[in-house]
């Protein structure tokens, strides 16, 4: 099959570089808008079955307020504010522009309510409230618009006066996120150029992977512009579509060319060496594009459509990168032949011919062979150690105090956290089905909610139409572990008829919930694709299950390093994040699976040349130490190029977004260096050959479908390329990477 596909695309090179073209040409016609069509808001986060998002819908449709939309005005006065006071000029100019907003239904403010819980401690400041009705996201971005240019247009508001709340804060998200997205990648794409060229050892072959981002960034983007037909798709796809799709376009065009540039430094024709790459280096770039796709493919498992969003956003990522791979690349590969190492200095054009015996990487690997008991063991402890932290992780939601302080939802979200005693950003809302003559039950119910620890008040049930009553009950700290006790509580409480819960601290207990619930199927579906793709690629149930073994403390390695970098808040001024006190509770998910694809992606590279290797006579160990010398700088080259291009994720304003970079560049890292220099091949010295083991019936089954070897060829005769110059002749020497 692959040597079929070989010999297609060298004929229609031409075509398929066209086709190519004119895929980048569609796609950029169709995505211009998709940012528009982007979700960001909290309801991403929800499982749209879930008890909390039935009661906001009960409240939505009767009273015309949504829940999760809102504004909050922060007003700083000159003086001191109290609930029997007049209020001040800026007080009701904040007033009055909230009320003749016509998506306003409600304004809440201390003047008319005497509550002095939306007063500062400190009297200087209060924070008024505009419930809003259903709103689109351009809506949305329109109302933020005009809303701060009424706020710097009133000369009684201009220079004291901050919008926040939920709608603001969604538009900001926005705009923060493709900003630091173009400045990530305005610092990342000079840093590649330069160290592609030093990787690849050529500015021509160092182009190719750069081409291959973009090719895989715009075709992910064609296919999130379709998916939003179908589905709302959370803003979050773009970050890792943009660092995923370069990121792997360099792995994947990585092992290609250096593989390509090997055959041709044997002296092999452009065809004969492109066939023979195909076969070798494609086949891993496919099953490795299998593995990733695969684990991220588990997070469309998850109801919340941030994951499913992210999930699939990636599959499309990995898709394309491997289409380019597999098809752009190698027509590329056979247009340009030899040329492929021009514009490389001639110093850097001879390390493929040293023999193998005398590589760096083949010294380490017997080395660590030589100690395999002593390099597992210290391995292990290692990444137990960095894993450590994760003892004391804790979790929790999104809400617009991720906001950075640059941004005016930002310094709302901040200063309510800071300087309220009582945080006004919204009360355990109660949902009740009962009839219109359940209010004795309810009234009981209510003084039994407010005994519960931690309730600051209850107030009196009152109708939702015909059939449902809300109840509101304000809660200490809603933001921390005692609020999270004290919804629970209330939720265990006995109830005289169906009830729902909604409220920030409702919504992230809901969250948590659906993601328990759908965690193990997830695990299980994971685990099991993993273990079927690589008993495919190997022919041995003991390689995958090793494989599993490592992908999981390297990722536990990481996760420990996060928790204390971010949670810990040790790297806070590096990074430049405030305290957060715990990981938001999705990015675990999705880490863990983008990391665990991505390891067990690194580990095929591998695992392709130490089988060519044993299907070629070499012995158990020497199979490993060809293997790591031949992929062991490409591995490493390959971790480091990912990194920079995941890596400046880490310096995005939005937490969520940081997590997420550093979470997956230290995963790559020590992937590339602990557990692939040090823990494979220790443990692969171990077992030995019983490392290729697997049952009889499955081996015979894998023998049968053909998935035992390597396509076979006949060692061609070394002759001339016909697109090579007489005076090229001697590039056929060229080292490669």
């Not at 572990?481 to 629970?488: L, S």
């Amino acid at each position: 099959m692959l040597t079929a596909l070989t010999a297609l695309l060298q004929r229609h090179k031409r075509l398929v570089l066209l086709a190519a073209t004119a895929v980048l040409v569609v796609a950029g016609l169709l995505t211009a808008d998709l940012s528009s069509r982007l979700t960001n808001g909290l309801e991403d986060y929800d499982d749209p079955s879930g008890g909390n998002v039935a009661a906001r819908e009960v409240i939505r449709d009767v009273t015309g307020i949504d829940p999760q939309q809102g504004y909050m005005l922060l007003v700083h006065a000159d003086t001191a504010l109290a609930p029997d006071a007049a209020p001040p000029a800026a007080v009701t100019e904040a007033i009055a522009l909230l009320r003749g907003r016509g998506e306003v239904r409600n304004v809440i403010d201390y003047a008319s309510t005497g509550n002095a819980g939306l007063i500062a401690e400190d009297g200087t400041s209060t924070v008024i409230v505009g419930e809003v009705g259903p709103m689109s996201d351009q809506a949305a971005i329109d109302a933020e618009k005009q809303m701060q240019e009424a706020i710097e247009a009133n000369p009684a508001l201009k220079g004291r006066t901050e919008l926040g709340g939920a709608t603001p804060a969604h538009t900001q998200l926005a705009n923060v996120t493709n900003e630091d997205l173009g400045i990530s990648e305005t610092i990342a794409t000079p840093i590649l150029l330069i160290l592609l060229f030093l990787v690849f050892r050529g500015l021509t072959a160092a182009l190719l992977p750069m081409l291959g981002g973009a090719f895989a960034i715009m075709l992910t983007l064609l296919g999130m512009r379709g998916l939003t037909e179908l589905m709302n798709v959370s803003s979050g796809g773009l970050n890792l579509a943009f660092a995923l799709g370069l990121g792997l376009s360099i792995d994947f065009s990585l092992l290609i060319v250096s593989r390509f540039r090997e055959e041709l430094a044997q002296g092999r024709s452009t065809t004969d060496a492109l066939r023979r790459t195909v076969n070798t280096a494609g086949r891993t770039v496919a099953f490795s594009s299998l593995t990733v796709a695969a684990a991220l493919a588990t997070l469309a498992i998850f109801p919340q459509s941030y994951l499913r969003s992210m999930g699939l956003a990636g599959v499309m990522t990995v898709v394309s990168a491997a289409v380019f791979a597999l098809l752009v690349l190698p027509a590329l590969l056979a247009a340009l032949g030899h040329r492929v190492n021009s514009l490389a200095p001639k110093s850097w054009q001879r390390r493929a011919e040293r023999p193998a015996e005398q590589g760096r990487w083949y010294r380490v690997a017997t080395t660590v062979m030589r100690r395999g008991g002593l390099f597992t063991a210290l391995s292990v402890l290692i990444l137990l150690v960095l894993a450590s932290p994760l003892l004391g992780v804790k979790f929790a939601g999104v809400d617009p105090s991720d906001m950075p302080g640059d941004v005016s939802s930002g310094k709302v979200a901040h200063a309510l956290e800071a300087d309220f005693a009582n945080s006004p950003t919204g009360p355990l809302q109660i949902v009740v089905e009962a009839p219109a003559d359940a209010a004795p039950s309810l009234a009981a119910y209510s003084a039994e909610v407010a005994k519960v620890p931690g309730i600051q008040g209850v107030s009196t049930p009152r109708p939702l139409g015909p059939d449902h009553w809300q109840i509101d009950a304000a809660v200490n700290n809603p933001e921390g572990d005692a609020g999270e006790t004290t919804v629970r509580a209330v939720q265990a409480l006995p109830t005289p008829h169906p009830t729902q819960y909604t409220g920030q601290t409702a919504d992230l207990l809901a969250q948590r919930d659906a993601i328990s619930d759908t965690l193990p199927t997830a695990a299980i579906t994971l685990v099991a694709l993993t273990l079927l793709l690589l008993f495919v690629f190997t022919g041995s149930v003991i390689v995958p299950l090793m494989a599993l073994l490592l992908n999981a403390l390297s990722v536990g390695a990481a996760f420990g390093i996060l928790v204390w970098a971010f949670q810990d808040g040790n790297l806070a001024g590096f990074l430049h994040f405030t305290d957060v006190r715990a990981l938001e509770q999705t990015s675990p998910i999705l880490l863990f699976a983008l990391a665990f694809g991505l390891s067990t992606d690194y580990n095929l590279f591998l695992l392709g040349r130490v089988k060519e290797a044993r299907d070629n006579g070499v012995g158990d160990r020497e199979a490993v130490a060809l293997g790591i010398e031949r992929t062991g700088r490409m591995v490493t080259s390959a971790a480091v190029l990912f990194c920079i291009a995941v890596g400046a994720l880490m310096f995005s304003r939005i937490t969520l977004i940081a997590e997420l970079g550093f979470g997956t560049t230290l995963a790559v890292l020590i992937d590339a260096t602990i557990v692939r220099a040090m823990l494979v091949p220790s443990l692969m010295g171990l077992l030995g050959k019983f490392a290729w083991w697997s049952p009889k019936p499955l081996r015979a089954l894998h023998s049968k479908l053909g998935f035992d070897k390597l396509e076979k060829h006949d060692e061609p005769a070394v002759v001339p390329d016909s697109d090579v110059k007489p005076e090229a002749e001697a590039d056929k020497k060229l080292a490669g990477v």
